[in-house]
């Protein structure tokens, strides 16, 4: 007979910066996001150390691009977001891990915005450029 309590998660660690943002671009791949791009930011703002930018065909999938990462990381690694933004429209999700911000377009608002045109100054990493998510872990290095 069990009394109804249940086991606390047991998380595989909690992770922060680049190993973070290799997660959240690896679980992003995996939901089909679109043109993924790493930026190094640590040197050019003070808040964040890599932006992980990601497009989407639509708003359904730009929020299961972000629900899916937030799953992930509090499942698997125990944090949950500082704050998430955006969902109400979904043309622009931003999920705050602090070191690691994701941002999740739709396609067409991705260029309207154009971060990588307003941050040129941080090291962009490379990332894979193929239909294969995960066939590259780390999917991207530190320069």
Same mark, same amino acid.
């Given at each position: 007979m069990t009394l109804g309590l249940r086991r606390a998660p047991?998380?595989? /660690?909690?992770?922060?910066g680049k190993e973070l943002a290799d997660v959240v671009l690896a679980t /992003?791949?995996?939901k089909k996001a679109l043109d993924p791009a790493v930026l190094a930011v640590a040197d050019v703002v003070g808040y964040a150390d890599y932006f992980v930018i990601v497009s989407a065909r639509n708003a359904r999938q730009v929020r299961a691009i972000a629900d899916e990462v937030r799953q992930v990381i509090k499942h698997k690694h125990g944090r949950l977001p500082v704050g998430v933004e955006g969902l109400e429209t979904c043309r622009w999700v931003l999920v705050d891990y602090g070191d690691v911000v994701l941002h999740v377009f739709q396609e067409g608002t991705r260029g309207f915005y154009d971060l990588e045109g307003?941050?040129?100054d941080a090291p962009r990493l490379p990332v894979?450029?193929?239909?294969?998510?995960g066939a590259h872990p780390p999917l991207f290095t530190l320069p």
């Open positions: 047991r998380w595989e /660690a909690i992770i922060e /992003a791949l995996d307003l941050w040129a894979p450029q193929d239909d294969a998510p």
